[in-house]
């Protein structure tokens, strides 16, 4: 199985920066998609951006343009840095993977790291 560690996260102002890292260990080889997701108090777990294993992305209308996903194969990692932040990014961030598993495929989550956007 896949194992999923995110660090980052913590406290910024309206307009700061913030780098998210996800380290995934274990069967890293059946790794397919790679993403980050979000949720915030009250709110449901929504998509913030997205990555494949070829590379293509797709974002949340709200983070276009201020956020990137990135993927480093050979260190198993998955990034989001985050410009132009604004208070309501704050929410805690999870790093997601989906990887092959038998004649199936599964979904791997990390345990989560809080984003606070002050302003």
């Known amino acids: 199985q896949v194992q999923l560690v995110e660090s980052g996260g913590g406290l910024v102002q309206a307009g700061g920066s913030l780098r998210l890292s996800c380290a995934a260990s274990g069967s890293t080889f059946s790794i397919n998609a790679m993403g980050w997701y979000r949720q915030a108090p009250g709110k449901q777990r929504e998509l913030v951006a997205a990555?494949?294993?070829?590379?293509?992305?797709n974002y949340a209308d709200s983070v276009k343009g201020r956020f990137t996903i990135s993927r480093d194969n050979a260190k198993n990692t998955v990034y989001l840095q985050m410009n132009s932040l604004k208070p309501e990014d704050t929410a805690v961030y999870y790093c997601?993977?989906?990887?092959?598993w038998g004649l199936g495929s599964l979904s791997s989550w990390g345990q989560g790291t809080q984003v606070t956007v002050s302003s």
């Open positions: 997601n993977a989906d990887y092959a």
């Open positions: 990555i494949s294993s070829g590379g293509s992305t």
